[in-house]
Structures are given as structure tokens and as C-alpha cells.
């Protein structure tokens, strides 16, 4: 591939890497979390982004081709960084009432999954395994090993010895 394909590949990469993201965010997967004004903003740039794209290299890059090869590569790669840079800086800039939405989403899922990591019956759960693997004896390191076996086989998570050793052989003597 000569130098010249590769910032005309750059910058369609790059424009076909804005319209998988506002597909994605279009999508009846985040129907949920896409507010209908900010879908209709997402519409209304997807259907211009390839067209502004195509005519920008239509009159301004493309009539260099013949005569002046590398200004129309400098002016693909010039896109390529425009659009990355556009990219960069409208992520961390204001968020949209959408990405309000699903931060909350995931804030609001955070505090469901802590709460139920705290729950009364998890706990006892936990107990009951190291009870178990306690009664068979074994150095911390092997007693560790097996409970965390059978917490993962109980799909919870996986704790480190001196959680389970010193935090939780506490809980079961008082």
C-alpha cells in the first residue's frame, strides 16, 4: 500500500469509526438511554458526516492528485486528525442529557450490586464456605485456595487471605 492510500485509508478509517459510534448509540440497544432530542441530533449528523466527508475531498483534496500528490495525502491526514482531535475534545467537553441518562444508569446499578454483596444472606454464604474448608484443616494459603474455588463456583467474588483468614475468621468467633 503506497503512502498515499495509507491517509486516504486514515481518514475513512477514522470516518468510519464516527458512524459505528453513532450506529451504536442509534441502536434499539440504547433505545434505554438515547434521549429522543439526542437521537435526532445523531440522525441528522450521520446522515451529513460521509457526504460532508466526500465533497470536502471532492473539491478541496482530490484536484490535487495529479498535480501535487503528497498535499492531497497531507490533506487526508490532516482530516484524520481533525475528526480525531473533534473526537477527543467533545468527550470530555458538556454531557448530553443521553450520557447523563446512562451514567445514572450505571451509578443506580453500582449501588444495586454493593447492596447486594452486603446482603445478609451472601455473607452467611461466604461463612458457611469457610466454616466448611476451616474443618478441613490446612495452612491459610491452601484454606484461601479452596474457599475461593468454591466462591467462584457460587459466582461470587474471590477475596484475598488476609480477608478471609483474619476479617471473616473474626466474624464466625463472635
Not at 15 to 36: F, I, Q, R
Not at 88 to 116: H, N, P, V, Y
Request: glycine content about 4%.
Amino acid at each position: 500500500m503506497s503512502e498515499s492510500s495509507d491517509c486516504k485509508a486514515g481518514a475513512l478509517t477514522m470516518l468510519d469509526y464516527l458512524e459505528k459510534m453513532a450506529l451504536g448509540a442509534l441502536s434499539p440497544k440504547a433505545e434505554k438511554v438515547v434521549t429522543p432530542a439526542d437521537r435526532a441530533r445523531l440522525e441528522a449528523a450521520l446522515t451529513r458526516l460521509r457526504p460532508a466527508f466526500d465533497e470536502l475531498a471532492k473539491w478541496f483534496i482530490e484536484p490535487l492528485r495529479q498535480t501535487k500528490p503528497s498535499r492531497a495525502d497531507y490533506g487526508y491526514e490532516q482530516i484524520h486528525h481533525f475528526i480525531a482531535a473533534a473526537v477527543s475534545i467533545s468527550s470530555m467537553g458538556t454531557m448530553s442529557d443521553s450520557a447523563q441518562k446512562l451514567a445514572e444508569f450505571e451509578k443506580l446499578g453500582r449501588a444495586r450490586d454493593r447492596r447486594a454483596a452486603n446482603s445478609p444472606q451472601r455473607r452467611e454464604r461466604q461463612l458457611s464456605i469457610l466454616r466448611a474448608e476451616l474443618a478441613k484443616g490446612g495452612s491459610r494459603r491452601e484454606i484461601t485456595d479452596r474457599v475461593n474455588i468454591r466462591l467462584e463456583a457460587d459466582k461470587l467474588p474471590r477475596r484475598d487471605e488476609k480477608t478471609i483468614m483474619d476479617r471473616w475468621v473474626k466474624k464466625l468467633s463472635t
